[in-house]
């Protein structure tokens, strides 16, 4: 990092937001210089205007930018040379679709299955309806991002880095608290549902049965999942939850009120094995 960082992020505490965590991941993952301050829920307000986090101040410009997709636009387009966005035109549409989408859809999921990425629930965990097409659509967005990416990559004989669009972009970045979400039991895909089936309960902190998953699907949660920039910030998940003071108590057990569900956390040496 430079002394003077012309970066500043504004967020909660990211074990507990998916907002703030994906834009501290594309900052992370793409190694751009950043100073941060995390507040507390209640203390929004008064950091943020808008009473909206995460907010990113552009100390070069002398604004503020709120909103995880146009804070990650704006990074993008003043670092040209990161390509944070696929290069291909193509494939650049197609990530820039995905992560919009991901970004004003999946109420259900949000709404019913807190941020919490140390945490791990079992027992008897309700799943509306609406969430299981939820889920079957961002794995289906997941398995088509990956069969067309390898298609174009092919075709253009550029390398195929395993992500959803080839490299690392915003749209991994903007799905990637989704994978601590999902915590599939059983997968369903003709020849591969026993191979897949045995390595059920390989995600994170939701036991929410899956319906569909392929297995290009899988390879991406494996290419994330083992990729040293990310396995970074999975520690600092980890060390934010040794301060006291992150703590959220209505985050730590949403189903407290029931006794066929169990709270607990997750080793922090868990690993990823792909079928």
Known sequence: MTDHPQYHLVGTFTRYSSWTARVETVLEYFKIPYTS???DFEDIR??????LVPVLESRSLG?????TLSICEFLAESNPHLNLWPSDPKLRALARSAAAEM???FTTIRNTYHTNFIAQYTGNIPVPEQARKEIIR???IWDNARKVTKARL???GEKDEGFLFGGFSIADAFFWPVLWVDNPIHFSINDHEKRITDHRQRFRTYNLPLDSATPDALKWMATMWNDPSIKKLVGNYYRQAERPETRIE????????RE???SSVFPEDWRFSEP
Do not use: P, R, W
């Open 37 to 39: 301050q995390m507040v």
């Open 46 to 51: 008064t950091v943020s205007i808008s009473g």
């Open 63 to 67: 604004i503020m930018i709120n909103d």
């Open 103 to 105: 970004h004003s859809g």
């Open 138 to 140: 961002i794995l289906t």
């Open 154 to 156: 092919a075709e253009l």
């Open 250 to 257: 209505k985050y730590e057990n949403i189903f407290a009120d």
């Open 260 to 262: 066929d569900i169990h």
